[in-house]
């Protein structure tokens, strides 16, 4: 089966970390760029990062550059997202991408407050 799922969301402090995992299966994942998007309450779904094939080349978007590292394991068919320094306004529903594929996971929630 074709899917994505995410995972490691939940609760975390201002300025507190956490480490979103993202397991594929279904395609090979070995040969995709992968991407992480994210929405928060009431605004549209943004790109936060992307990495390459074989995880030479990655993007974030400005707000998060310096916090957040996108990194994939093509061994376990997975893509992380490891997000440092978190802020209230990192609060949002984060989800997996394959842009090939135009497939998307079901996404996990990140709320970042005191």
């Known amino acids: 089966q074709v899917q994505l799922v995410e995972s490691g969301g939940g609760l975390v402090q201002p300025g507190g970390s956490l480490r979103l995992s993202c397991a594929a299966s279904?395609?090979?994942?070995?040969?995709?760029?992968m991407r992480w998007y994210r929405q928060a309450p009431g605004k549209e779904r943004e790109l936060v990062a992307s990495?390459?094939?074989?995880?030479?080349?990655?993007s974030n978007t400005n707000s998060v550059k310096g916090r957040f590292t996108i990194s994939r394991d093509n061994a376990k068919n997975a893509v992380y997202l490891q997000m440092n320094s978190l802020k209230p306004e990192d609060t949002a529903v984060y989800y997996c991408?394959?842009?090939?594929?135009?497939?998307w996971g079901k996404g996990t929630l990140v709320t970042v407050s005191s």
């Open positions: 990495i390459s094939s074989v995880g030479l080349s990655t």
């Open positions: 991408n394959v842009p090939l594929l135009a497939l």
């Open positions: 279904g395609f090979t994942f070995s040969s995709k760029t």
